[in-house]
């Protein structure tokens, strides 16, 4: 069957308005759901990380909400599981008691600068290893789930 010019255009289209569409970040409890996209999640206070990371020479800085802040959304504490799921579908489970004293932030910049897919972004659960060089080891940096595209609560 041959194609009208007019069908690949928006065929065409279709594809860049996905390409270009906001980076979101899912929250999921049960039957509840909530979507942030980065700009909602860039209107939380912010916190910046300085740090070094067994992913770059040196130290980037690394800003966004924190992780305790974006997951108030559900009003969660205590024993909880939590799964982080990325782009890639890697995943990592833990207990939000685990997670809750690590200081971890939901990244949407490095080093002042948005976060691509081609940078691990468009988020990245980062931890403040340098300030606590005890999360510097492979237990902890299996929670630094970059390209994060999900957040499912049990």
């Known amino acids: 069957m041959k194609r009208s010019p007019l ?3 928006f065929a065409l ?6 390409a270009f569409a906001a980076p979101e970040l899912t929250i999921r409890h049960g039957a509840q759901t909530l979507v942030f996209d980065r700009e909602e999640l860039e209107t939380f206070p912010q916190t910046t990380i300085v740090t070094a990371t067994p992913y770059f020479d040196g130290t980037r800085e ?8 974006v997951l108030e959304a559900f009003g969660l504490a205590g024993q909880r599981g939590l799964t982080f799921r990325a782009l890639n579908d890697y995943q990592v489970t833990a207990t939000l008691d685990e997670l809750m004293g690590l200081g971890a ?3 949407t910049r490095m080093d ?4 691509s897919v081609r940078n691990r972004g468009p988020f990245w659960i980062m931890l403040p290893l340098s300030d606590r060089p005890a999360l510097n080891n492979e237990t ?3 929670y630094m789930v970059w390209q994060l595209s999900a957040i499912e609560l049990d």
Do not use: D, K
């Not at 690394?62 to 802040?69: D, E, I, K, N, Q």
């Not at 002042?112 to 976060?115: E, I, K, S, V």
């Open 140 to 142: 902890f940096h299996r």
């Open 13 to 18: 289209l279709l594809l860049s308005v996905s």
């Open 105 to 107: 932030i939901v990244a």
């Open 7 to 9: 069908s690949a255009f």
């Open 112 to 115: 002042g600068n948005l976060m």
């Open 62 to 69: 690394f800003t966004g909400p924190t992780l305790r802040r």
